[in-house]
């Protein structure tokens, strides 16, 4: 058996050659990193370490209310934001309060969830709100994983 050669019909040579040549084109191109979840993908920061600090929380919000948090930090620091509401009635946004006025970073309606990841542009103080804008109280998850030196506070 050992020196008997190996007889593969003639129909599959065509299967396995395109095979061999899957397997040569599928190689990694030199990279080695882990997979990342979809948002964090833009920042290789999440690849590296794991984050300093995680904030979770669940806040009941009737309608209209509203949750906040106070981020500070600057361009080398990130905050990588997942939110979750019951229903599509969340509105959230990133804002900052540079001089006498309100500067929205982003902002989104409507939501249920939500993955953002955030790099301030500037070393300030910047704001995580959430608010239900639906007709019922909804409980809405938080959590913001920073990276960096970025803090967090509750407002």
């Known amino acids: 058996m050992c ?8 129909l599959l040579l065509p299967l ?14 030199g990279k080695s990193l882990p997979d990342a979840a979809a ?21 009941t919000l009737q309608p209209g209310q ?17 939110l979750e509401a019951p229903i599509n009635e969340m509105d959230w946004n990133i804002h900052g309060h540079a001089g006498t ?11 249920m ?9 500037a070393q300030a103080e910047w704001y995580l709100l959430v608010r239900n804008s639906g007709p ?6 938080i959590t913001v994983k920073l990276y960096g030196a970025m803090q967090w506070a509750w407002l």
């Not at 020196?3 to 003639?10: I, N």
């Not at 509203?66 to 997942?82: K, Q, R, V």
């Not at 006025?101 to 902002?107: D, I, L, M, P, S």
């Open 3 to 10: 020196g008997t050669p190996l007889v593969v019909p003639r």
């Open 16 to 29: 396995i050659a395109s095979c061999f040549v899957l397997l040569a084109a599928c190689g990694d191109e």
């Open 39 to 59: 948002a964090a993908d833009a920042n290789l920061l999440v690849d590296v370490a794991p984050p300093r600090e995680t904030i979770m929380a669940t806040r």
């Open 66 to 82: 509203f949750a906040e948090g106070a981020m500070t930090g600057g361009p080398s620091d990130l905050a990588l934001i997942h």
């Open 101 to 111: 006025g309100t500067q929205n970073v982003f902002e989104e309606l409507n939501k």
């Open 113 to 121: 969830t939500v993955d953002y990841s955030f790099v301030p542009s």
């Open 136 to 141: 019922q109280n909804m409980d809405v998850k």
